[in-house]
Nanobody, 119 residues
Framework: QVQLAESGGGLVQPGESLTLSCAAS????????MGWYRQASGKQRELVAR???????DYADSVKGRFTISRDNALNTVYLHMNNLKPDDTAVYYC?????????????WGQGTQVTVSS
């Protein structure tokens, strides 16, 4: 099992920055993808950014150039650095990790942290 603990959400004004953190614990050695999804009120959950164990990253088009995902392997922690935040970024942000559990993979989720961008 993998446990994910998010932190760093809050209320910010448009144009400001925020960094989310997600610490993984438990059986973390088989994690090969960590990332962030978000879900705005009344909308489906969507991918924000993810990083593979080799360092390759994917970003949603809406956050490219503004958000950066990074990972501290020693701390089993993934970060989402969010710059130039917009009201449309308001959502609950969920950390996710995918671990190899042969013959399948297993997807783990954090409880979510609220990010509100409002003036």
């Amino acid at each position: 099992q993998v446990q994910l603990a998010e932190s760093g959400g809050g209320l910010v004004q448009p144009g400001e920055s925020l960094t989310l953190s997600c610490a993984a614990s438990g059986s973390t050695s088989d994690i090969y993808i960590m990332g962030w999804y978000r879900q705005a009120s009344g909308k489906q959950r969507e991918l924000v950014a993810r990083m593979r164990s080799g360092g390759n990253t994917d970003y949603a088009d809406s956050v490219k150039g503004r958000f950066t995902i990074s990972r501290d392997n020693a701390l089993n922690t993934v970060y989402l650095h969010m710059n130039n935040l917009k009201p449309d970024d308001t959502a609950v942000y969920y950390c996710t990790a995918i671990a190899a559990r042969p013959p399948r993979s297993e997807n783990y989720w954090g409880q979510g942290t609220q990010v509100t961008v409002s003036s």
